[in-house]
């Protein structure tokens, strides 16, 4: 739906000669020549993306082919990428929106701390799910009003709120790590009850993701959310209420964090101040090789979990290859890179 | 043409421009301009909107390449094929919004590009002195070339934009309405310090719709309409009033206005009571019929986009504003939206459209609720009311999933409009300069269009800088000076003349920065 379709640009003017351009275009795709080919592939959605998915594979299944394409790798990958996978979503949606939220990985902490407190714990896990819920969605709505009533910077809002929330998780833990209780292991059987050879929380992944693309791309708020990240201020005359829609992406930020903040619990069974460093990064990281620009109107929910795939497999193709994290580190960098510049140079081509 | 051979003197003028001519697709911005510019002189420009004055500084100012014609300084033919070039030369424009760094010192901003410095370090002690020398042969040695240009009124910044065009060693600088943003007094400033840079042989191109400024400063005016040149040289001080604008009206206006109805219209709709915008508008009242067409004439500053924006609730007014009874509120464009109008703004691209987005998006965004349940769209409804509006507007090309900013001018305008009239039920449209940028043929079925709107019975407030436009189109005229209303009339009692005399014969503003 945002994608520009690069034969429908190549016509500047709408009147009748423009109208025979616009034909003529669509005749011969891209002006024809060797690049005809390239440019009916460049139109498949997130066709790189998926390309660079199944190169990362071919590298695994060579180097490491007895332990890459096993069962329990998959299992693996995408049990590590459920965390941060129903973080993206989140993240998706402010950044679409034409914000940032620095603070997901802290407020995911903050949520494990507090639902695994011992006077959240002695309600029951289920009281422990809806608490992460609403710890996260309510630090989410606190950005949400920093932001869209305080008139801050998003940047700066949600890195205080990613300071503070920090700060929070560890008063509130003093500084321990928070096993789940026994009675409690309803949540962990998110990471071991399985359906089909997979974990519940890989389908808790799935469902947030499918519903996360049906809201974007069906409803009135996807489309307003392309709107107010795209023109803010087109957005306001044509009666949208830009500051309200701010709000609720930031609420929905954080209400994917008290998710991705039960998925981790179920994973390690703790609650710690210490979880989900750095996971911002990561999380805008996939959502930019996902081709959603970062100054917001334009982006998908798949690319970014496909964006979010090629970072997991590239962690589990090192780990299994025995090779050390700094390099990985150094990998993952030139992707976003090497992501950012192909999207430039495919975004020019249909100018 | 008059007056040239008359003016051609014996020594080579300081800039003299021939039979210029620039094409724009779909316009003839300039179709063969002449200017004759004087060492020392004050040379006023003038022409309506649309005239072309704005593309004959731009290619003064290298911005634009004209498509024939000729640049001599001092009588040898120049090429003005950058702004670096024109600068180099010695031409320095200024423009409206003055284009300073506020974050920077006076003498940073003045010497910005052309720093003193020695290995990339700047060598502030030599540029604060250099400025100070400049800032002092303005009359302004107590503006300290340390301080932050953020931090200095529009009239300070004026001075420092003055500085910087003389730190190039300037010998023509070009001003497009200085005194737009200035208050009474400061504009007598402006004029000392473009008085005190003449004296020194500088020439300066003067841009103002305000006819007492020409005469106070002016020595020579140049009217310019419908890209020509309709007299050169005239004596700034003593050409009747009368004269020039009968020489800026009477413009041959392609475009086909649509017939006013015979009939009258509905009950009064839209009624402004007492309202003012803090600095812009003050103390307006008047009523909108429902399918009639009010037109609001004035200059830019003049106050007329800040009334179309409070009655739209897009910007916070004092006094009393209803549609139907309702009352609007300020910052809830929402509710106004609710209450049935739609608004085509100014800044078509920046304020209107989401340029990367559908023709189809475009046009549904602000109906959304029309077809869908609990906020799920219904996909299919929606892609029918897009092609329909597509086909009714007769789009081109009749594509609404083409992405929007491939569009022509005119065609993106009439998605704008479009927005508002998915369903029915739109009871006041308000269009802001809705031609702006629009070529002649797409004018005429703007035009079309909006007659229609009105006689089914929808209200329009339409602001627009073309006189004629308003008059063609509108069927009761208001025309705003310094944001009063100082005249209503139908549009059939008034003429260009009337309209252009009451706009521009205004004593200059007392207080309040120009917005636009």
Redesign the interface.
Known sequence: M?E??PQ??S??????T??AK?HAAVATPSGGGPRLGLGAIGEIPHIGLVLALVILAAVGLITVPDTFATGSNMVSILALAATIGVITVGATFVIIGGGIDLSVGAVMALASVWATTLATQAYGPWVMMICAILVGTGAGLLNGFLISYGRMVPFIATLAMLVAARGLAQRMSERRTQLVQPDNSLIVDLSTTRILGLPLLVYVFAVVVIIGWLILN????G??T??VG??P?????????VRRHTMMLYALSGFCCGIAAIIIMARTTTGSSTHGDLYELDAIAAVIIGGTLLTG??GTIVGAILGLLIFTVITNLFILNGLNTSDQLIAKGLIIVAAVLLQRRSLKAST | MEDISREQSETPSLLAMRDIVKQF??VRALDGVDLDVRAGEVHCLLGQNGAGKSTLIKVLAGAHQPDSGEVLMNGEPVKLTTPTAAMKLGVATIYQELDLVDGLSVAENVFLGHEHATMGFTRRGATNAATRKILERLGHGEIRPTTEVGRLSPAGKQVVSMARALSHDARIIVMDEPSAALAHDEVSNLFRIIREVTAQGVAVIYISHRLEEIREIGDRVTVLKDGRTVAVGLPAKDTPTNKVVSLMTGRNVEYVFPPRPDGGFGDEILKIENCSVAGMVRDVTFSVRAGEIVGLAGLVGSGRSEIIEAV?G?RRFAGKITLNGQVVKAGN??R???LGMG?A?EERK????????SVA?NIT??S??RY?TF???N?KKEAEEAAHLVKALD???P?P???IK???G??QQKAVIG?WLVGEGRKLLLLDEPTRGV?V?ARAEIYALIRKLADEGVGVLLVSSEVPEVLGLADRVLVIREGRIVREAGAGELDEHTVLDLVMDAHPVTSAPSHD
């Open positions: 945002t520009v379709n429908q640009v016509a500047p003017k709408a009147d009748e423009g109208k616009a069906r409803t009135t708020f489309r307003r392309y709107a795209g023109n201020e087109a957005a306001r005359l044509a009666g949208i209420n109107g334009r | 697709p779909g739209y897009a464009t929402t106004s939206v609710g608004l703004p920046a304020q209107g459209l989401l340029l990367g987005q998006r965004m602000a959304m609720e869908s906020g799920w769209i996909r789009i081109r090309p594509d999933n083409r992405v491939t569009l022509s005119g065609n927005r070529d043929g």
